[in-house]
């Protein structure tokens, strides 16, 4: 069969992750949770409770693993669009997983750092962000990067002004625009791209998400609404990913 559609392995427990060949960047789009909630006939806002509950879990999971970096999709450029309340809901739950998981990640060892235009944020997530990154800011463990009112073509469009500016006072030679120029113009400088790109909910789509970075990313979509996927189905996303033969457009020779 020239297509063979990706199967789910069973995955039960670490032993099965080559740890000498983890991904060094994970990023998710952590999809699905008004779904969850529709399916128990509760509102929206109880999804997104119970999908901050996941984040919880995967970033302790990842720290575990001693992943380098973590990027999340929490709050798109496009999601201003839904209801008022609901985006009031997801601005109170990040201020909150804040403020009460702010301890737990220090002990972990996690730094935060966030992408995306967070000066338009509400003025608490605004604090409770600004907080969370300078207290976790000398820690040298997993990279918890929070996308937030994070688009990826704004991002790009912000680089290319940038460096037209600098080009048009006479700080940057035209010539001198190269890939790594760019890159360190965008929110992820300094950070390795993604290796693995995992959404949830099974949407075959990124929806503005890392439209540069993600260009040579293994990419897992996995049918489990956010606020049910686990350590297992990470487990099983990596042991996915392992199994990949990542060519950047070369062949093999031997
Ligand atoms: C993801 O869940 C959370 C955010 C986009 C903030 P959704 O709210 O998109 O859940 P579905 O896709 O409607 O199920
Ligand atoms: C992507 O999910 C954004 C986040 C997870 C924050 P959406 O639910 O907003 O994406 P679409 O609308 O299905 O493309
Ligand atoms: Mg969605």
Redesign the pocket.
Known sequence: MWFKPWKKDKVESLDQVAMDRLPRHIAII?????????KRALP?SM??RA?VETLRKIVKTCSKLEIQVLTV????TE?WK?PKD?VGV?MTLLAEYLRKELKELHQNNVVIRTMGKTKDLPLEAQRELAHAMKSTRDNTGLILNLALNYGGRSEIIDAVKSLSKEAVSGTLRIEDIDELRFSETLFTRGLPDPDLLIRT?G?MRLSNFLLWQLAYTEIVVVEE??PDFGEKALIAAIVAYQKRDRRFGGIHTN
């Open positions: 952590m999809d699905g949770n008004g779904r969850w909630a529709q929206r999804g997104h999908g999709y929490a709050f798109s999601n839904r609901e997801l909910s949407e609404l956010w």
